[in-house]
């Protein structure tokens, strides 16, 4: 009795801490990543409703000033995430939001293919370091047995900034003539000034850590800083066990096959999103010319959001799936061949209605993977080694966000049909031959680690962890 009325308060704590911890931080900080998502994906809103053409830019132009975000954000990356554990995950993460938000309003005023793939390089070495650093200020706050659950939340805010991001662009888009500016200049100041305001409210919203937390009662920070203490020794005596000196651990990361397979793993399913991001828009405006049919601006965002409400269902479902069974192989590898063989089906579908509800599935597949995949780098790495491993195959994926834009466009130009028109069937198969090589990756993968007993995919997966 007295054992049971010891571990009630305990459990009690434990629920009342976590639901708060949700509440409070998740939401905000999930919609940092709102903004953030939507600032680096507005070209493709832009591109094709009026950009391209006052700014006269072809579809290759299009998809490098997409993509060269991606070589500034991979630069500065480590960098970033250096400073922020100087000073602080709160104070960076305010300070990177304020700086891409500067960068992202200056895109209003750009006037031609150079200044808009400098504004693009620039504004991806502003963001650097947001979302690991996102992920880490959140995996701060809980144990590692609610992290999964946790980050799914987060993760929750890529698709949704596409289901609200989309029709609020169109909004801005239609805003023609405000300030004396197009549209497309309209929606890029629209979209820039939150990241600023926001960035200013995350300096005195977010706290650093649970004893800064006025909205959590003293049991409840003695708790959680007692909980994330007790984890943080358990993890450097293993580390100090298993891992040897640091030099040690990078190399078992840097050396290891394994994660170098998971690292294209994670190339193909993010070359599949971005293309999304960015050349979606651009084929909803060619409904006009396939099946005679005519979309404003407005409805065309609303078309675009359309696939990402699914995808959110998808996401939450999978993961709740994922954590009720532990991470097996068909959970990256099912999804991965769903997409690679709908994604170019969507060209041939017939009819908006059917292309897009193709698209949809697609971007399920896509987004059902995500957060779970990062489950897998910590079943066989740890400390440093884990973290190193990590920032490898998320660099290796980012990589996919410069050439996913740039090879649709490049592809999408070299095969125009005869009026002149770009054509998507050739570089959509090309992401499609992604996702399938990311299904046969993680088959085989899973098949080595049984093999010799390495590595087994299919055991009960941890928590997410970065």
Known sequence: MTTASAETPV???????????????????????????????????????????DLALTVTQVGFASGVFFIGYILLEVPSNLALARFGARRWLSRIMVTWGIVAVLFTWVGNFEQLAILRFVLGVAEA?????????????VPARHRGKIL?????????????GAPLAGLLIGAHGLFGLEGWRVMFLGV???????????????????????????????????????????????????????????????????VWVLAFIYFGFIYGLYTLAFFLPTI??????????????????LITAVPYIP????????????????????????PAVVGALTIPLALFAGSPVATIAVIAITAMAIFAVLPNFWTLPTQFLTGVAAAAGVALINTVGNLAGFGAPYITGAVADMTKDSAGEPQYFLPMAIVGFFLLLSAVLMVVLSHRGKKDGSFNPDAKAPAIVH
Request: positive net charge; hydrophobic residues 50%; proline residues 3%.
């Open 152 to 164: 799914a939340l987060f993760y929750l805010a890529q698709p949704l900034t596409t289901v609200i």
């Open 311 to 334: 995808a959110a269902i998808a996401l939450w479902l999978w993961t709740r799936d994922v954590s009720k069974r532990g991470l097996k192989t068909w959970h990256i590898a099912g």
């Open 11 to 53: 459990s009690a704590i434990e629920k009342s801490t976590i639901k708060k911890v949700a509440w409070r931080l998740v939401p905000f900080v999930a919609f940092m990543f709102f903004i953030n998502y939507l600032d680096r994906s507005a070209i493709g809103f832009a591109a094709p409703n009026g950009m391209n053409d």
């Open 192 to 258: 820039g000034f939150p990241a600023i305001i926001v960035g200013v409210i995350a300096w005195f919203y977010l706290k650093d850590k649970p004893s800064d937390a006025k909205w959590l009662t003293k049991e409840e920070q003695v708790w959680l800083t007692e909980e994330l203490a007790a984890e943080k020794t358990k993890t450097e005596s293993l580390n100090a066990i298993t891992g040897g000196k640091q030099r040690g651990g990078f190399m078992q990361a840097f050396t290891s096959g394994r």
């Open 129 to 141: 370091g947001f979302f690991p650093g996102a992920i880490l200020f959140l995996s701060l706050w």
């Open 284 to 301: 909803i405006n060619g409904f006009q010319e396939l099946y005679g049919t005519e979309y404003n601006v407005f409805e065309k965002g």
